[in-house]
């Protein structure tokens, strides 16, 4: 609540990173259970606050195996990808192109 009172327009992301869900069968339940009670809590917030989640849980792009040191781990190359990733989308969905005059940059 103390950012969005200092800035009631800040945006904020919350990111829910990839699993390797083909491999985490035995806890894809608790792993439902968990992401509901997430998401009710996050709506609650969203009522009030600019919250932007991106769920990369499920996501297909990131259900290769060789992304992963772990089921629930990215390894260095699937870290790589995931930051490419999730930069890509926050710079088109958060940030906004800067522009001015020629005579500004003067």
Do not use: W
């Not at 709506?43 to 932007?52: D, T």
């Not at 710079?91 to 906004?96: C, K, N």
């Amino acid at each position: 609540q103390m950012i969005f009172a200092a800035n009631p327009k800040v945006k904020v992301a919350i990111v829910v990173f990839p699993l390797l869900t083909g491999e985490v069968k035995d806890i894809k339940n608790e792993i439902e259970k968990m992401k509901k009670v997430f998401y009710k809590e996050v709506e609650k917030l969203q009522k009030s606050y600019l919250i932007q989640i991106y769920d990369f849980c499920d996501d297909e792009y990131f259900q290769d195996k060789a992304l992963y040191a772990d089921e629930t781990h990215l390894n260095r190359e699937g870290g790589i990808r995931f930051t490419k990733k999730l930069e890509e989308i926050l710079e088109s969905d958060f940030y906004e192109p800067v522009t001015k005059d020629k005579e500004e940059l003067l």
